[in-house]
């Protein structure tokens, strides 16, 4: 499908600047970020709010009252899973509201937006139609690109480098380095020795690590248990024998490359025209400096996909085709007062600010924001020692995923400048939102989308006008 692809395209942006009036222009909307960053829930709030349009001011298009109905459709795609709107919408707005389950892997959902065109136009045409197609996607799944340059020994060079700085990690690596890799090829050895590291990658991960390759290991998706994803890192060994343990590992490595990485590149990634990148930053800031250093070159990582130009690969997948535009977005920005905004979006973009001025070079415009898809809280300004103290409000997750307790919080305040925060780690560095922050779990506020009872989510409007509202 990919040359009627390009010629779909052609015929759109042709007759998208005659007449208009005949064309259905899709926007291929992509959205990721690492497990946890808040992609699902902020797939559901989007689309709730884009279907109730009762909460969206800073859409243009639906401030001008130009979007005259919105409506689910089948998507055009027969083989990717359907992103399961329905479900996570009726958990989040339950008598008991609960959190959805995370992004396991790629899904996708089509919103059809009937518009009024704007300016003079509106006079002469009738109503338009403008498809966008939400593409969810694991942002473990990007690091793989970092993969596609390298050979199986620079890779295990590599891991075996990095795991002994994380918790864990020593006991794993040193006994990967023990192995004997040219003992000849045995499935249960392979099989025993993927589960020892993808075990170490769960952990770096729990500890904050985002650096965690290759990332089906973390979240295979359907190919789980297949010899594709069943190798480990092993110490470099170019003389190893044919039928030796290495060698059969580098012969998988090989096929991860080739059977996983490269197709999900080359039929989702290459197809996308605007992408957010959610990020849980506040979440890297609490574990720590080294957590946070981790992030900052993962994000990096991460971010060379955007950049078709700087990788054989990618041109080769891209074919000139590029990502117009690209936000940044630190979601749950409902754990801090609003006063802390602010910082929360420069420390946003002091973490992404190489990544984006390469994106920028390779012609996408960028932004970073702060947000919160569906906020769990209200502000309040109580007073503390003499003082006031500006706190969150919100409903405790118990144990066992109900809901709590309400009660008032303070997780800390942000520094005033990126740079206390993103010096690299050394010893003794500062450490920031060390306060309440560890216990903050909130339940999710009953997602409610009845006029006039305060905005459920943070700039998600603002976020959906930088992504798509030009195209509205
Ligand atoms: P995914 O793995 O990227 O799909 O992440 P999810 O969308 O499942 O979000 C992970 C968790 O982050 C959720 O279960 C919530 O606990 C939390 N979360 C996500 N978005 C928000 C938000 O806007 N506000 C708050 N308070 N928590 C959020």
Known sequence: GTIADTLTRGVESVTGTVSGAFA????????????????????TALVANLLDRGRMPQLVAQAEGRILSAYLQPQPDDTIPRFDYETHLAQLTSDSPRWPEGTRAVSQLRLSLRLRPAGLLAGLQGPRKVHLDIVDYPGEWLLDLGLMDKTYGQWSDRMLTRLPHRPGGAKVAEALRA????????ESRARTLAQTYTTALHQARRAGFSDCSPGRFLLPGEMEGSPALTFAPLPPDPSAPRNSLWREMERRFEAYKRRIV??????????????????DALGAIHAGPQALEDLRA???DILTAFRPGANAFLSQIFRGKRVERILFAATKADHLHHSQHARLTAIMEALTRDARDRARFSGAETQAMAIASLRATTEATLPHK????DVVQGTLLDADNTRGKQAAFHPGALPDDPARLLAPAR???E?????????????????????????????????AQFLFGDRL
């Open 431 to 463: 450490t920031w939102l060390d306060e309440d922050y560890a216990i903050m779990r909130f339940a999710p506020a009953r997602l409610s989308l009845k006029p006039g009872e305060g905005p459920p989510h943070i700039r998600l409007d603002r976020a």
């Open 386 to 389: 003499g003082e006031t103290l």
């Open 262 to 279: 490269k197709p999900f590149f080359r039929d989702h990634f290459a197809r996308i025209d605007r992408q957010v990148v959610l990020v």
């Open 179 to 186: 192995e004997d890799a040219r003992a000849p090829f045995d």
């Open 24 to 43: 259905e222009p899709t926007i291929r909307l992509g959205v990721t970020g690492l497990s946890g960053a808040g992609k699902t829930v902020f797939i």
């Open 427 to 429: 010893e003794g560095a």
């Open 298 to 300: 993962t994000m990096a």
